[in-house]
């Protein structure tokens, strides 16, 4: 992962911002898997591969996107170089002024950035599944020929907030299916987070 900040209105600011968004990543997808994450700025040469973080302040409301999923968020310094709309996807959160102003505005973006990261990790959109719940609007045959894993699961953190109930948060079902991709984080490194000490005494 690495940082590609195109606004920000101060350095204190800005690093409060990185810290939200890597605490909500860790805190909220890597502490249940055998994956972590390293951070640091986008290197402006060589060819070492990274997903992209960029962040902006200024947003009318809250704004994220990957554009593309998994591997595809990957890029190279000279790829990043080019200018829009040929520039490679990553993980793009847009701030808004409020983001940071009580815990109800953070907890939002919060459940905004657990849903992007989602992407990066190769996760699509729930309410896209062809054998969607009945009765949950939104629910689309889009993508008929991917690859489903468990369930329909309109709490999932994949859905969209206004088709489904997601609860801002991993689901016991989003965490059963990130398991069977990634498998489980050694208990010797499991993070002491209140999602995955519940996860384990729910799941194991």
């Known amino acids: 992962m690495c940082w590609h900040v195109l606004q920000f209105p101060t350095p204190a600011e800005l690093q409060t911002a990185q810290a939200l968004v890597t605490r909500t990543i860790t805190e909220g997808w890597l502490s249940l898997i055998n994956l972590d994450a390293t951070w640091t700025d986008c290197p402006t040469s060589g060819d070492a591969r990274h997903v992209r973080v960029l962040l902006r302040s200024g947003d009318a409301n809250y704004n994220g996107t990957t554009l593309r999923p998994g591997t595809l968020t990957l890029s190279t310094a000279a790829e990043r170089m080019q200018p829009p709309p040929n520039d490679p996807p990553g993980l793009l959160m847009g701030f808004p002024a409020s983001w940071n102003q009580s815990d109800g505005d953070r907890a ?25 719940v009945g009765g949950v609007a939104c629910y689309t045959d889009d993508f008929p020929n991917t690859v489903k894993i468990g369930p329909p699961d309109p709490t999932s953190i994949m859905g969209w907030s206004y088709c489904d109930t997601a609860l801002g948060q991993l689901s016991l079902e989003d965490i059963r299916g990130l398991r069977s991709v990634y498998g489980p984080r050694p ?10 000490i519940l996860a384990n005494h729910l799941l194991n």
């Open 187 to 196: 208990t010797s490194n499991v993070q002491p987070t209140m999602i995955g």
């Open 108 to 132: 939002q973006f919060q459940a905004l950035i657990l849903h992007e990261f989602g992407h990066v990790l190769g996760f699509g959109h729930e309410q896209d599944r062809p054998d969607g």
